[in-house]
């Protein structure tokens, strides 16, 4: 049995970042791999060991900041698990929120979790758009479409990235580099469906969390005719 | 007389029939070319409105409430000005004037009817100052446009501010809605909805509003009618749904029809609405509280209501060798989710076709397709035969059914319009539902009037409303 966890669906619900949770478990239903999905808002218990996969989307200032108040809490037991392997999935806010803080535009210095080393800083212009990427999957590389809507610009230091930007802009708009990944953790700014038209990659996050519980690691083939159509349609788009 | 003006309203009459001849809509074109001429346009032009202007705002249910505004007022005899549908930018606003308008610049009408995209509000209101607003709902809706919905509700709430004196209409049921009167301290008049209207409504549902806009508490529910609507009370302050003066209840779907009875200070009415979907009820009480503000007759006021015919894409009919096929706009999640219902709501098979678009008037970013309850979709499996995904996007739409759990065989994209509504028309359902985004909407319909026959026309009077 796989454990999901969503954390704060009540709060992140921009976007439709519930698309990531959908095909993490779709895929591994699909396969008959038993799959369970907890869904943790303010306040609520969670055990970060007794979980395989982390969802964490991004929000409305809001609802972040109510968001990052409740998660400051649960700082040391999220570290453990990560440290550990804990597979998540961060997006946009949550990707900012990993990191050690958000520099707003009159110099604010808002904390982050500091688990990973990034940090983020308030930019002038919106980056948005379309965007590819080229995501090495078990030594493969693999076109990785999405789309990205954020003013935040991170840096990832010396931080292995998730990918490297073919179209689009990616962490800054600068260094051609997007997302991060630290051990089991994957941040993207490729918002709400990212996995579910990135079959190869969502995979991926199966198999980490079967491996880390000592699981067969070996996945029956799908269809995936839809989900490389569906990527296919950007990056014909973006490659003309 | 006003030389400027002439010009303007000339040279934007003139953009318009060359917009036309190149197979425009000529809906936006004139003016821009009016406005860069002269920059008072619109707020000449809308001067001329004899008794005032009414504008409708919010993110869904604009156009068949501004239409339904329509026939109410038409049907007690004034004339008026009315924007054409979803041309709702200030550069639509004024060519509706424009339209209307002779060579010389003058409008003969009573009352302008504007429905007036949210972001684009406070640009209208600086230049035209309404009598009237009616405030529907607040959604997420293209927030790649847009930003957050908290921006959005400011904006409109900052631009209500800074009018004088207004009467608002306001959604008693949408607490984004309802803040407005106190927020604002204008005069407001309420609709809304009896609690527990419907019971179809998904426990999964995206909620937009989960605290107070006053304080900042949670709100707490008694029940909900759709999303956030319902009637709800904030445990931190007084604020909490007002009791509505025009309340419907009684809602019942006869046939094509909804039928509902609305209670209002003067006594109860009985309305018959030529259209489906839930929504439309409130749409309805909208404009039935505008034409009894107005003083208009009940008897007129259900008349009018009773004449409206839905616009292009809004649950709109055509009948396919004897079969009938329903077109239906789709923009945001919670208007798809209503959508949905309304597709579950009529018995018999349907054969489903789902065109999705992504250019800038659709919004380029369509992720809200996940944040629908397709999955609704998927467990009333016997009522669906085939699934045929359309438009630029048509992938996407394919892959969002396909992990909302409805078998692949059943799914089929063809990224074609045309060939795409063929094959639905043509499918085994014994009704076809279409469902659209904006900028595939008029390519859609085009197709189903060359391909099947319209079944209800436009309401008498509304047809200047091209």
């Known amino acids: ?240 | 007389m006003n030389i400027k003006l002439m010009l303007a309203v000339m040279a934007a009459k003139i953009a318009a029939f060359l917009s036309r001849m190149f197979g425009g809509k000529g809906s936006s074109l004139p003016g821009v070319v009016a406005r860069k001429i002269y920059a008072g346009t619109l707020r000449d032009l809308a001067g001329q409105a004899r008794q005032g202007i009414i504008m409708v705002t919010g993110t869904n249910g604009k156009t068949t409430t501004n239409n339904m505004i329509a026939s109410v007022i038409l049907s007690a005899g004034n004339k008026i000005v009315i924007n054409q549908e979803g041309a709702n930018l200030i550069t639509g606003v004024t060519t509706a004037f424009i339209r209307y308008a002779n060579w010389w610049g003058r409008i003969d009408c009573d009352y302008a009817l504007l429905e007036v995209d949210e972001a684009s509000f406070p640009k209208v209101l600086m230049e035209v100052t309404p009598q009237m607003v009616v405030v529907n709902n607040f959604f997420r809706d293209q927030l790649d446009r847009y930003g957050e919905l908290d921006k959005t509700v400011t904006l409109v709430r900052d631009a209500l501010k800074k009018l004088p004196e207004v009467q608002l209409i306001l959604n008693s049921d949408d607490p984004l809605v309802a803040q407005m009167q106190q927020a604002t301290g204008h005069r407001a008049t309420f609709f809304g909805l009896a609690p527990q209207q419907r019971t179809e409504t998904g426990s999964q549902q995206t909620r937009e509003a989960r605290f107070c806009p006053h304080c900042g508490e949670e709100l707490q529910y008694h029940s909900y009618q759709y999303s956030q609507l319902g009637s709800f009370i904030c445990p931190g302050c007084s604020f909490q749904r007002p009791e509505p003066e025009v309340e419907g209840f009684a809602v019942e779907t006869v046939g094509a029809r909804l039928r509902a009875r609305v209670k209002y200070p003067q006594g109860e009415a009985q309305i018959t609405l030529h259209t489906q979907g839930f929504y439309n009820v409130y749409n309805a009480l909208a404009a039935f509280a505008v034409g009894n503000l107005m003083g208009i007759k009940e008897e007129q006021i259900v008349k009018g209501l009773l004449t409206y015919r839905p616009a292009i894409g809004r649950m709109e009919t055509f009948s396919y060798q004897g079969k009938p096929a329903i077109l239906n706009l789709v923009k945001n999640p919670t208007g798809y989710n209503e959508g949905l219902n309304s597709l579950l709501s009529i018995p018999g098979s349907k054969t489903v076709f789902m065109a999705v678009n992504d250019n800038d008037a659709d919004g380029r970013d369509i992720s809200w397709l996940w944040d629908v309850d397709f999955e609704h979709l998927a467990s009333a499996d016997h009522e669906t035969d085939l699934f045929v995904c359309s438009g630029l996007r048509a992938e996407e739409m394919a892959l969002r059914l396909k992990y909302a759990g409805i078998p692949r065989e059943k799914i089929t994209v063809i990224r074609e319009l045309e060939a795409a509504i063929k094959t639905a028309l043509e499918g085994p359902g014994q009704l076809t539902y279409l469902f659209s985004t904006y900028t595939a909407l008029w390519p859609a319909q085009k197709i189903l009037l060359a391909l099947a026959e319209k079944e209800d026309t436009h309401a008498e009077g509304m047809s200047s409303v091209s």
């Open chain 1, 1 to 240: 049995m796989l454990k999901v966890c969503h954390l704060y669906p009540d709060l992140l619900n921009l976007y439709g970042d519930r698309g990531n949770i959908i095909a993490f478990m779709q895929r591994c239903r699909w396969r008959g791999i038993p799959v369970e999905l907890l869904e943790v808002n303010v306040g609520e218990p969670v055990n970060f060991a007794d979980i395989d996969f982390l969802f964490l989307g991004g929000g409305s200032d809001r609802e972040q900041n109510l968001m990052a108040e409740d998660l400051l809490l649960r700082k040391d037991s999220l570290q453990q698990a990560i440290e550990e392997g804990l597979v998540v999935l961060a997006i946009c806010g949550g990707f900012q929120m990993l990191g050690q803080y958000y520099l707003t535009h009159d110099g604010q210095k808002i904390p982050g979790l500091g688990i990973l080393d990034v940090y983020t800083k308030a930019g002038d212009k919106r980056l948005i758009g379309n965007i590819v990427i080229e995501v090495e999957i078990n030594g493969e590389p693999v076109k990785v479409a999405g789309f990205e809507n954020h003013s935040g610009q991170t840096y990832i230091g010396n931080l292995q990235p998730l990918g490297k930007v073919i179209a689009g802009f990616g962490n800054n708009g600068q260094d051609q580099l997007e997302g991060v990944r630290y051990k089991n953790v994957f941040c993207s700014y490729l918002h709400g469906p990212l996995l579910p038209k990135n079959s190869k990659l969502t995979d991926l996050l199966i198999q980490l969390a079967l491996r880390r519980r000592g699981l067969d690691t070996s996945l029956p083939r799908l269809n995936d005719d839809l989900e490389e159509a569906a990527v296919g349609v950007i990056v014909e788009r973006l490659s003309k």
